[in-house]
């Protein structure tokens, strides 16, 4: 079966730390041992994992994304957001994590981050859970 998470997001750019939402769910339908796939049906949007534990590597990587791949430079697409759609491609759109007893398997430091690149705005993530 395939899950859905509804979340808003606040700004143009932003990292919202999304692993207890995920955590909730698993524990919501029960699931015990498996693998999860995270997965953001948006072109402009990305799904990561990194240190979830100080606020400012969120920002640092937003900051050296955004240095990277700039909102206005030479783009031939005229909508206004192909920045975020090249942040998206090299952000990645799915994430797979390894849920043993219940609990996702991550580092001491990790979280599940859900990348926005073109908001505010109402987004889905797609999740799929495979049993052992």
Known sequence: ???????????????????????KLIQDINFQNGICTIFVPHTTAAITINENADSTVKEDMLMELNKV??????????????????????VGC???????????????????????????????IKLKLISE
């Open 94 to 124: 799915s994430q797979q994590i390894i849920i043993k007893e219940g609990n996702l398997v991550l580092g001491t430091w990790q979280g599940i981050y859900f990348c926005e690149f073109d908001g505010p705005r109402k987004r889905k």
């Open 69 to 90: 791949i700039p909102f206005n430079d030479n783009y031939q697409h005229l909508e206004g957001n192909s920045a975020a759609h090249i942040k998206s491609t090299l």
């Open 1 to 23: 079966m395939i899950y859905e998470l509804q979340i808003g997001t606040n700004a143009k750019t932003e990292l919202l730390d999304i692993t207890s939402k995920v955590q």
